[in-house]
């Protein structure tokens, strides 16, 4: 057979049918939903009389719109106070219900938001199909599974016909070579990568991420890149099976049993792109060159390093661009040339669906330790991103470092990210955030948004402004004064 | 789904790069558990002055002067010209339920993002990809010239401009058929219920471990 990317193959493991106008119907193997897009999928569903095709690969949770504090969730759905999500949450739990399909429930122990409670479970699993009404499910992706966003359409067509009508995305590489260096992460490198190729660069393609960069990060770091894959336009972001993809599967609740393991990762390895495969488009960055990033603008591409400076309007490649440049200035209240640690901050927030598994807790913990939140900060708060996470957290005593330093910890949710909940930034408020998405309004009407990793938002936090954390030495604890 | 064949709207101009899902309808909106709805919230951090809220009286809040969809000479419009990657961010439907509910039947950009393509097409909201230089001179007319009016033929797959000038434009041949239809593609879908099954058999032999109901294939 000739030589295959790794899209290739699963697309082909996926192909029900190839229609004669060039779309294909693709068979789906995983289902995730939420409560804000699956609605009017059962209201469709319900009109048309139908019912779900196969109910084992649906998974639900709610994450969107649940209040992160302990005082609203203690009375589960009935203690959240806006009436609109409530009702919301209380729909997908009627529909579930009624539909009979699996869901870890608000106050669950494995409720979280949907991208980190799948992989969490082990319900995404390499050579899987995986979409969700959500265009982050490009998360998944990590995995080596076939995973992208759809809109709420395609979720009823999902539910009615486990099959979506697709047609054939164009390959790209993007490849990082080398090491990256200390205090440089996952997100700094998907930062870069979106700085590099633009919010649109990826749009009609599925990127793998490769190189020895990729093959050194952890999965929960693979994850936040495809998480981001989205964000330069591409639906899909994909990373290669190998043995860190392995590891971190094995006796995950919904992996493969004692008996189909060894099956299961037979088939798994195959799961990378041929030696000799083609890629449409090959993208190379140097892991050496990218440092701490930090986005100034409203769009993630609108992004630099940390010692770098605000861009000048004048300078860019075209007017629709320059235009751009100019209204983001304007909305994020900044001027050309300003210096990016100049930028003083009111909120800081860690969480989100790209950032709030434990590596990335611990990431900010590490920096936290020892040291106080800035006085002139109106709130910094971390939300793990399930409640998995959150008791592996407080078993390593996480939380007790942010509450110490004056961090708050909440109940588990997408939070402040898209701010539906009551966690929000106020007008013309600079926010540094781990999550994905600087869009003006995204985290509260006014408010604005800088993208950083988990490491940068805490020492952000600390200092009060940006602040390289390359130069933020670890404080010595009894911990880690081992002689 | 409403059907699509062929269209004589006036045209709005939205001259800004990268219209994101969160711009064109705001997160708080989204809580309606409703397909309908949306259409006074559509842009709504940029038409009203005020922060918008669900269950809001609309009539009382104070309209953004500046922004393109309230100047009166487009009020009614039916097409939007907006620049690339329009649609871009969340794989929000309640995008393209806010510009429908709104009036709009067509957007015109350089580019636009894929779920949000995908999403309009399914809702009767056709997006029509034009080179750059193209949308560039339709921005300078529709800005020139009051009551500047498109006509839309998908089946010609043509774009008229009031000079007769016609400008094709591409559109895949399965989506025009359903918007020309005005089909449900579930029920097409279903139409291959015999294929799905035997796919969904053979994988449940090859892949068991996908399947977790116990059922053997
Ligand atoms: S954390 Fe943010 S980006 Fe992720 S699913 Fe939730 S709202 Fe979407």
């Known amino acids: 057979m000739a030589s295959q990317t790794l899209y290739d193959k699963l697309w082909d493991q996926h192909l029900v049918k190839q229609r004669e106008d060039g779309t294909a119907l693709i068979y789906i193997d995983r289902h995730l939903l939420h409560e804000v897009t699956s609605p009017q999928a059962f209201e469709g569903l319900r009109l048309a009389g139908r019912k779900p095709w196969r109910l084992d690969a649906n998974l639900a949770t709610p994450d969107h719109n649940v209040p992160t504090s302990l005082k609203e969730r203690a009375a589960g759905i009935a203690g959240i106070e806006d009436e609109t999500s409530r009702i919301q949450v209380q729909t997908l739990d009627d529909n579930c219900n009624s539909f009979n399909i699996e869901q870890f429930t608000i106050n669950d122990a494995r409720q979280g938001i949907v991208h980190v409670v799948g992989p969490e479970q082990g319900a995404t699993l390499p050579g899987m199909t995986v979409v969700c009404g959500d265009s982050h499910t490009a998360t998944h992706g990590a995995f080596a599974a076939l995973a992208h966003g759809i809109g709420t359409s395609e979720v009823e067509h999902v539910l009615a016909t486990q099959c979506l009508i697709q047609r054939k995305m164009k390959n790209m590489l993007v490849r990082v070579d080398g090491r990256l260096g200390t205090g440089v992460t996952a997100k700094d ?7 590099e190729i633009g919010t649109a660069g990826g749009t009609g393609y599925a990127i793998e991420f490769g190189g020895s960069a990729i093959q050194d990060i952890s999965m929960e770091g693979r994850m936040t890149i495809c998480n981001m894959a989205i964000e330069a336009g591409a639906r899909v972001g994909l990373v290669g099976v190998d043995d860190i993809t392995i590891d971190y599967l094995y006796e995950r609740p919904y992996a493969p049993n004692a008996q189909q393991w060894e099956a299961a990762v037979a088939d798994w390895r195959n799961l990378v792109s041929d030696a000799d ?8 960055l140097k892991a050496e060159d990218i440092a701490p990033q930090v986005t100034w603008g409203t769009s993630p591409e609108q992004v630099t390093s940390v010692n770098g400076v605000v861009p000048d309007p004048a300078a860019a490649s075209d007017d629709t661009e320059a235009r751009g440049i100019t209204r983001a200035l304007e909305y994020m209240g900044l001027s050309a040339q300003q210096k990016i640690t100049d930028i003083k901050l009111d909120r800081v927030f860690i969480g989100s669906c790209t950032n709030s598994r434990i ?25 793990p991103g399930s409640g998995l996470v959150k008791a592996q957290a407080e078993a390593e005593g996480l939380h007790e470092i942010f509450l110490a330093a004056g961090f708050e910890w909440r109940e588990p949710g997408c939070s402040m990210c898209l701010a539906m909940n009551a966690d929000k930034l106020g007008a013309g408020e600079h926010c540094a955030s781990t999550s994905n998405r600087n869009f003006e309004g995204r985290q509260g009407f006014g408010g604005r948004t800088h993208l950083v990793s988990p490491a940068m938002a805490a020492a952000a936090a600390i200092a009060g402004h940006f602040v390289d954390v390359r130069d933020f030495a670890p404080i010595p604890t009894n911990n880690t004064q081992v002689a | 789904m409403e059907k699509f064949i062929r269209q004589q709207g006036l045209v709005a101009p939205l001259d800004r790069a990268n219209v994101d899902t969160d711009l064109i309808i705001p997160k708080q909106f989204l809580k309606s558990i409703k397909r309908t709805g949306f259409g006074p919230n559509l842009f709504d951090e940029l038409r009203y002055l005020d922060e918008g809220y669900i269950g809001q009286d609309i009539s009382k809040r104070p309209l953004n002067p500046d922004f393109v969809l309230n100047q009166p000479r487009y009020a009614g419009a039916s097409v939007l010209l907006a620049r690339r990657n329009f649609g871009c961010g969340s794989s929000r439907e309640h995008a393209p339920w806010a510009l429908t509910d709104f009036g709009f039947r067509v957007v015109i950009a350089p580019s636009f993002a894929d779920i949000f393509y995908n999403n309009s097409f399914k809702n009767g909201l056709l997006l029509i990809t034009l080179d750059e230089d193209t ?10 010239v009051e009551g500047y009016r498109l006509d839309i033929d998908l089946e010609a797959q043509a774009v008229i401009t009031p000079s007769g000038e016609s400008i094709p434009f591409e559109v895949d041949s399965f989506r025009k058929h359903c918007l020309m239809e005005g089909l449900d593609d579930i029920g097409l879908t279903l139409k291959d219920q015999d294929a799905i099954d035997s796919f969904e058999k053979r994988h449940r032999t090859e892949r068991p471990w996908l399947f977790r109901d116990g059922k053997t294939a």
Request: hydrophobic share 55%; proline share 0%.
């Open chain 1, 189 to 195: 490198v998907v930062l870069a990568i979106i700085g």
């Open chain 1, 277 to 284: 495969a083609e890629f449409d488009k090959v993208v190379v």
């Open chain 1, 359 to 383: 590596e990335d807790l611990r990431e900010a913990a590490r920096v936290a330790e020892g040291r106080t939140v800035a006085k002139s900060l109106k709130q910094a708060m971390v939300v």
């Open chain 2, 135 to 144: 949308v560039d001179r339709l921005f300078k007319e529709a800005e020139a």
